[in-house]
Each structure stands twice: as structure tokens, then as C-alpha cells.
């Protein structure tokens, strides 16, 4: 067996981050090669991914990054086994890489996108792949969106304090001055913050699928059967009324102020700032 000097040692573990012992047996299996080393020290990634395919990955973070001028932003999951692992400084590390290849990613959406995103020479996958061997559970990227903004608006984010749970979402404006007013930025941060704590199902009803609709009225119908049958029509309809004001965003009454709808809420901002506002999408993560 070869033998390799502190040196190589120092050398191999500052540039994977790995144990002085595991870096000095991928030096021994290769020979004193670092680049070999290297190779053998991502197997040993590889292989813990492999051996801990079936297992749930319920910790972890949500990351998100907006480009410098605003008008490209990108949220994603990072996911791991134990919320000890989500709190190391490897799977931060990993997460806050994961937010600048989320941002670079050519895709705007799938995970596999992102996987196959190269900045600075280098795989997102391969990183995944070397946390994973410092680490030794399995970590995998659960969610991916980024939005581009193709006219007058805004992109807002937010991210729940827990770091668990993150909401971005679009908002068109009439022109670009009314999209960077204060006021109007403001109520974005604070959409971003009431989709993150309602979790509404769609943007508005035409959004809602009918199915979901039909499972509804079927379970409202079900509970008021032995109501007179004259009335039982009248009250689906109001049950499914305020089924679509509690999972419709634009219907929603707004966390801060609930004398108010969520699109009421916008409206009032964009005049303010001088203009008109909608909102366009959103999405919702969360971990676990």
C-alpha cells in the first residue's frame, strides 16, 4: 500500500471537505492520485445514495435567489433525513449552492434541470453527490421554479422563519414605475407571506379543477341529506361559495387585514403607487 504523505492528506480533504481518514484511504486505493481520489470519495456518494434510495427525506430547507436586476427569481427544496443534517453547515452549504444553480438553471422548472446545471465548471449533481458522502444520508433536491418576468411586474418571496416552508410569487403592473413603487413591493413581501401561511389552492376559481369541485358539493350534499329538500340545493351552493373564498387566493381575506380580499388588497396598492396590478402565479413549498 502506498504511502501517502500529510501533505496529500491536507490537500485532498480541503478540496472535498471529507475525514482525514476517508481522504487518506481514496489516496491509498488510488495511488497517491488526487483526481482518482476524488473519483473514489463521489462513489462513496453515489453508494450512500444507492443504499438509502427508500428513505424519506422529510427535514430540510427551502432557497430561493432573485437576480440583481429582479426579473428572474428561483425557489427550490433541499431535502435530507434528520433535522440534526438540515442544521450542519455541509447541508447549508449544499442548500445555498443549490439557490445559485436554481438561478442559473436554463429550465424553469423540473428537478432533473437542475441536477444537470453546470456553474463554474461543476455539476450541481456532483455536489449533491460529495455532500452526501460527508454526510451519509440521503439528500435530494424536492422541488424546483424559477419565473421570468416578460413585462412590467415583480417576483416576491418569502421564506417562513423555520426556513421550512417559502411562497414566491408574480405580480404584473401596468408600468414599470408602479412596479417599484414601496408600497406596491411591500404588499407583494406581504402576499408572499399570507400564501406561505394559507396555503390557498388556486389563484381564483377557474383554476380549481372540476373534480375537485364535484368531490366537494358531494361532500356537502352528503352532510345536509336530511335537510327539506327544497333548501338542500340553496345550501351546497353557499357551502361551495365559501370554499372558494377560503382556497382561492384572490378571494382570500387577507391575514392582515380581514375586512378585505387578497385582490382587494392589490388593487388598493396599485392606485396608490399610480397604476393597476394583478397577480399572475404563485407556488408554495414546503418540507415535510
Known amino acids: 500500500m502506498a504511502e501517502i ?10 478540496m472535498s471537505g471529507q475525514g482525514m481518514m476517508d481522504c487518506k484511504r481514496a489516496l491509498q486505493e488510488a495511488n497517491g492520485n488526487i483526481e482518482q481520489a476524488m473519483g473514489i470519495l463521489r462513489k462513496k456518494g453515489l453508494a450512500t445514495l444507492a443504499k438509502r434510495a ?32 438540515a442544521k450542519s453547515d455541509d447541508f447549508m452549504s449544499a442548500a445555498q449552492a443549490l439557490a445559485e444553480f436554481a438561478l442559473a438553471c436554463s429550465a424553469d422548472e423540473g428537478v432533473e434541470n437542475i441536477l444537470e446545471t453546470t456553474v463554474d465548471g461543476k455539476k450541481f449533481s456532483d455536489i449533491l453527490t460529495e455532500t452526501v458522502s460527508k454526510i451519509g444520508e440521503k439528500i435530494q433536491v424536492g422541488d424546483y421554479t424559477k419565473y421570468k418576468l416578460d413585462g412590467p411586474g415583480l417576483v416576491s418571496t418569502y421564506v417562513h422563519f423555520n426556513e421550512k416552508v417559502g411562497t414566491m410569487v408574480e405580480i404584473e403592473t401596468s408600468d414599470e414605475t408602479t412596479a417599484a413603487a414601496d408600497v406596491l413591493r411591500q404588499t407583494a413581501s406581504d402576499i408572499a407571506m399570507h400564501i406561505t401561511a394559507t396555503k390557498p389552492l388556486a389563484l381564483d376559481k377557474d383554476a ?22 327544497n333548501i338542500i340545493d340553496k345550501i351546497v351552493e353557499g357551502k361551495i361559495k365559501k370554499f372558494f373564498v377560503e382556497n382561492c387566493l384572490l378571494e382570500q381575506r387577507f391575514v392582515k387585514d380581514n375586512s378585505k380580499s387578497v385582490e382587494q388588497v392589490l388593487t388598493e396598492a396599485a392606485r396608490e403607487a399610480g397604476g393597476e396590478a394583478k397577480i399572475k402565479r404563485f407556488v408554495r413549498f414546503e418540507v415535510g
Open 5 to 14: 504523505p500529510a501533505s496529500m492528506v491536507m490537500k485532498l480533504r480541503k
Open 54 to 85: 427508500e428513505r424519506e427525506t422529510s427535514e430540510g430547507t427551502v432557497v430561493h435567489k432573485t437576480s440583481k436586476d429582479g426579473k428572474v427569481a428561483a425557489m427550490a427544496t433541499l431535502c435530507c433525513e434528520t433535522d440534526f443534517v
Open 208 to 229: 380549481i379543477s372540476s373534480e375537485i369541485i364535484e368531490t366537494e358539493r358531494a361532500i356537502f350534499a352528503e352532510q345536509v341529506k336530511n335537510k327539506p329538500a
